[in-house]
């Protein structure tokens, strides 16, 4: 999945319609994936964030944890580090040491 596509799907969440928060939305995507990676987590394949679920719904926390959506910052913030912290220490999305160039 490349950034642009879920650049779609956080918007469609938020309900944002315009293009005006199109850069600072992509630039906190990019943000959670890295975050993501830095912790040990596999976001990346063939150069693209993963399609899956749970990085999804990680990336999606981190966005709407950093753009305060609805007020809940702080429970976006607490997902997320629980999220990446189990992701962490499952084997499925421990990262790979030839994953380590990709993002």
């Known amino acids: 999945m490349t950034t642009a596509q879920m650049l779609v799907k956080i918007k469609q969440a938020m309900r944002?319609?315009?293009a005006a928060l199109?850069?600072?939305?992509?630039?906190?995507i990019d943000a959670?994936?890295?975050e993501l990676k830095r912790s040990g987590v596999s976001v990346y394949e063939n150069n693209e964030l993963k399609n899956d679920a749970l990085?999804?719904?990680a990336i999606r926390y981190y966005v709407f944890a950093v753009e305060d959506y609805n007020g809940k910052a702080q429970q976006y913030q607490q997902s997320f580090e629980r999220l990446r912290n189990a992701m962490?220490?499952?084997k499925d999305y421990i990262?790979?040491?030839?994953?380590d160039d990709a993002g």
């Open 95 to 99: 990262l790979a040491e030839e994953d």
């Open 55 to 57: 990085v999804e719904n």
């Open 16 to 18: 944002i319609s315009h």
């Open 32 to 34: 959670g994936a890295l």
């Open 88 to 90: 962490a220490q499952s």
């Open 22 to 28: 199109d850069t600072t939305l992509s630039d906190d």
